[in-house]
């Protein structure tokens, strides 16, 4: 028999209290993360991040102790916390902070170690660039620089010539409309942020299936 349980804190004290998503999310260290720097409050993650993660966890948890319950014929009892579920996907933030000290904060969509990698203003709405690697030089002559003399604002974030060239490419960008960056860069859907709409109508969802209009012969239409 396998047994397979899912509770908010996890630990006895925390056994009468009640668990939602955003504060599994809170508890488990992810909105500590989530949203920009202080003053500015922590962001949840949406939607139902917290509840959806504790699912997953919750359920390959099972099936493992069901392929080992096949296997051994002894049943296993799964005991899955929403907040270690969450604490789970802050990739390296514990190993950062127990092997040097740093406590990571929020930097909003800005990575603290690599740019250009965040969110930037076009005439007419957003454009999210990220150009990591040998992408970086690829990006610098889209913008008009040299990928030579710019190299080092690559991970020189907050360094002088780090926000020099952060300004350069908002700038770049704030000058042009969203189409007009995605024309130049040759490579909408890795530069633009996409409505659902529109994520729901380019080719890859599509062709992947990702998003299905019609259910027992209702579309969107009929609803």
């Not at 908010?8 to 998503?21: E, F, I, K, T």
């Not at 802050?90 to 740093?102: C, D, N, R």
């Not at 040759?186 to 299936?209: I, K, M, V």
Request: proline share 5%; with cysteine.
């Amino acid at each position: 028999m396998v047994n397979g349980g899912l509770v908010g804190g996890g630990h006895p004290d925390y056994l009468g209290r009640a668990s939602y998503d955003m504060v599994g999310q809170a508890f488990g260290g992810l909105m500590y993360l989530t949203g920009f720097p202080d003053p500015e409050p922590p962001v949840r993650a949406t939607p139902y991040t917290g509840d959806y993660i504790s699912a997953l966890f919750a359920l390959w948890s099972s099936l493992a102790a069901y392929i080992h319950r096949l296997r051994t014929g002894h049943g296993q009892v799964v005991d899955v916390a929403q907040f270690e579920a969450v604490h789970q996907i802050l990739a390296g933030t514990m190993v950062q902070y127990f092997s040097t000290g740093t406590l990571r904060q929020r930097t909003g969509n800005k990575s603290p170690a690599f740019q250009p990698y965040d969110t930037f203003r076009a005439r007419d709405g957003w454009v999210v660039l990220g150009a990591v690697g040998g992408v970086f030089d690829r990006a610098c002559r889209v913008v008009g620089l040299d990928p030579r003399t710019c190299a080092a604002a690559k991970a020189d974030v907050n360094g002088a010539e780090g926000l020099e060239f952060d300004a350069h490419v908002r700038s770049w960008i704030g000058a042009r409309s969203v189409d007009e960056v995605v024309r130049v860069a040759d490579d909408p859907d890795n530069l633009t942020f996409r409505e659902f709409r529109r994520l729901l109508y380019s080719p890859d969802p599509r062709g992947r299936s990702a998003t299905v209009e019609e259910l027992n012969g209702l579309t969107r239409d009929d609803v």
